[in-house]
T-cell receptor, first 111, second 113 residues
Framework: DAKTTQPTSMDCAEGRAANLPCNHS???????VYWYRQIHSQGPQYIIH???NNETNEMASLIITEDRKSSTLILPHATLRDTAVYYC????????????FGKGTKLTVNP | DTAVSQTPKYLVTQMGNDKSIKCEQN?????MYWYKQDSKKFLKIMFS???????INETVPNRFSPKSPDKAHLNLHINSLELGDSAVYFC????????????FGSGTRLTVV
């Protein structure tokens, strides 16, 4: 059972920032927020994860609210190749839980 | 070097046949998984192996049998294939259980006719 809710779809103009929201109001203290994406016909790809602090890597930034009930994945300069389904997932790190994918957000980057 | 490789990439077969999909990872990960993505694009976990030991077995028909000869390989054998088995099957691996750093293969598209 997915513990997150995400918009079904979003659009973004090429070169602009894409901000993908995720609600996880029932997140527990030891659960991390993970983001994966699946580009058409490819396997899912890990993007970023975080516990409570904001995180940034070469792919994206993750902003987690102070109460941890929601987060936003930011692609700072979206390209056409960022068109994909983005999945927000919460679970404990190093535990026995499995990575469960919900419906995700279909992001379309337009030229 | 492909980190998680699956073969074959495409598989078309008739109902009732038995087929296998192979998966190999060269990342040194301890845990490997099989996921199924159906026509509605839902990704569901099927099995998980940690160091050759089965640790997750979702409600998958007995016709599906994973086999892990060593921690770098996790094969999926399917007996008596049915039309509903048509899907894309993804293999994945991770160093730790939990969500960190799963690496997925490129998928095997199985079509049962």
């Amino acid at each position: 059972d997915a513990k997150t809710t995400q918009p079904t779809s979003m659009d973004c103009a090429e070169g602009r920032a894409a901000n993908l929201p995720c609600n996880h109001s029932t997140i527990s203290g030891n659960e991390y927020v993970y983001w994966y994406r699946q580009i058409h016909s490819q396997g899912p790809q890990y993007i970023i994860h975080g516990l409570k602090n904001n995180e940034t890597n070469e792919m994206a930034s993750l902003i987690i609210t102070e109460d941890r009930k929601s987060s936003t994945l930011i692609l700072p300069h979206a390209t056409l190749r960022d068109t994909a389904v983005y999945y927000c997932i919460v679970l404990t790190q190093g535990g026995s839980e499995k990575l469960v994918f919900g419906k995700g957000t279909k992001l379309t980057v337009n030229p | 070097d492909t980190a998680v490789s699956q073969t074959p990439k495409y598989l078309v077969t008739q109902m009732g046949n038995d087929k296998s999909i192979k998966c190999e990872q060269n990342l040194g990960h301890d845990t490997m998984y099989w996921y199924k993505q159906d026509s509605k694009k839902f990704l569901k976990i099927m099995f998980s192996y940690n160091n050759k030991e089965l640790i997750i077995n979702e409600t998958v028909p007995n016709r599906f049998s994973p086999k892990s000869p060593d921690k770098a390989h996790l094969n999926l054998h399917i007996n008596s294939l049915e039309l509903g088995d048509s899907a894309v099957y993804f293999c994945a691996s991770s160093q730790l259980q939990g969500g960190y750093g799963y690496t997925f293969g490129s998928g095997t598209r199985l079509t049962v006719v």
